[in-house]
């Protein structure tokens, strides 16, 4: 069988175009539909690709890896690239969060992280896994998550596309820990180190 990844990772980048490329609020009509001519963003494609999406995340179904390579690959192209894989990784890291229980989510924000963090980790773990296909691990003070097969890897110039990654990471520990400490990139599959791993500090601060 074929590579898949989950729905929401297609659909991420997809909602990541489609917010960085919404017109200012007081755009006349007119004008609208010529940008939608030049953005992809607001293409009729876009908007059906998003139902799409939308509808195989709500029957749980998993997409084509290489479908989702492709999508990299248009906004690759863009000059704001890293831009949007930013909000695409945060936009993953969000709804990825989203699907733990709203009574874990305050048991990880407001306890102490003595007690959280094998909690935090297991669930950091299983997100990794199912939405970033990625595989979460701690040393000491440092949370590192390693991407065999990344989606975005070569889809722009540079290292480009591993800042969806690495965004993703740094939202996902913001929102379940409060954390506050930096991502690195420290091993990158466009530099010949074989996968690409992040490594972020674990800095939690606690809801007073
Ligand atoms: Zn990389």
Redesign the pocket.
Known sequence: MSATVDALLPLSFLEAVRHVDAPEEDVDAELVSDLRNKRLGLSDTVYMQIRRFTDAVKRRQRTSHDEAVGLARLIGRRPDAEAVFRAAGRYLAREAYQSISPFTRRLLLILPSLFTRPMTLRHARRLAARYFNGRVSRIGASIYLEVTR?VT?DTAPR?VG?TYYEAGLKELLRLMVNSVGGVE?VR???RGEGT?TWRAEWRPTKAE
Do not use: P, R, V
Request: charged fraction near 0%; proline fraction near 0%.
């Open positions: 990344s890897i290292s591993c990139h990158c599959g466009t690409c």
